[in-house]
């Protein structure tokens, strides 16, 4: 009866061991495969950051253009900063420009010589206290009316979430980047769906101040499979050592 019922103890659990080794064999796995897919990410972005700019797409491409294959591309053009309302979005740091830290973004719309307007993020203006005023100081020498020859990196939208903080009116102070929402509430009418994170040129004041982008993307994946690795091996160790223990007693 002790014999059977051992031995059913020792399948039940075997079972058990069976099921977690199974389970933290496939997430090493998924870990590896999310390394992989990350490096193929880092050395497409990496060739995008460092590649000679190329003409601005034309209007009739943009609804083509997705944040997978073209997001960082660089690109050159010329426009003219319109006299509207800016945007700011809060800034606590980032991960593609180590230079700026807390402040804001100015975000400005531009007009192509073919009427079309896209949004540019001008670049960053150190604000700790998200002053309108200084925001303003630092905005308008860029609206001279004449056409301004830009390069920067194609950037894509994101919209607010549930945990992002509301947007101030007031200040014209936003925590997303959400260039609808921003056409929208500043009057900019139909803008581009993506908008351009500006490298050059910096204004004679240094503010906002554009510049290239860095990305550095972490990359902990093979440290985690082996880890999930290690604990099944564990798992399995420890049912072989309870197996042995058990049947040395019988």
């Known amino acids: 009866m002790n014999a059977s019922r051992r031995r059913g103890s020792s399948a039940g659990l075997g079972l058990v061991a069976l099921v977690m080794v199974a389970v933290l064999v496939g997430l090493g796995v998924w870990q590896l495969r999310r390394g992989a897919e990350k490096h193929a990410l880092i050395a497409a972005l990496t060739e995008r950051l460092t590649a000679a700019p190329i003409a601005l797409f034309p209007p009739a491409d943009w609804a083509t253009l997705s944040s997978v294959r073209d997001e960082f591309r660089r690109v050159s053009f010329s426009a003219t900063y319109e ?16 230079d700026v830290g807390l402040g804001t973004w100015a975000f400005l719309p531009a007009r192509l010589a073919d009427g079309s307007v896209l949004v540019v993020n001008t670049g960053f203006v150190q604000n700790t206290t998200q002053d309108r005023n200084q925001q303003d100081r630092a905005v308008k020498p860029l609206v001279t009316g004449q056409p301004v020859a830009m390069t920067g990196y194609l950037r894509f939208p994101e919209e607010a979430g549930a945990l992002t903080a509301s947007t101030s009116r007031d200040k014209r102070l936003w925590f997303s980047r959400d260039i609808g929402a921003m056409a929208q509430a500043l009057g900019w009418g139909n803008v581009a769906p993506f908008y351009i994170d500006l490298e050059t040129p910096a204004p004679a004041s240094g503010v906002p101040k554009p510049g290239p982008l860095d990305v550095h993307l972490k990359d902990d994946h093979l440290q985690y499979a082996i880890t999930w690795f290690g604990l099944a091996a564990a798992v399995l160790f420890t049912f072989g050592f309870w197996w042995r223990s058990q049947h040395r007693s019988t």
């Open 83 to 98: 006299a509207r309302p800016d945007a700011m979005v809060y800034s606590s740091g980032s991960a593609v420009r180590p």
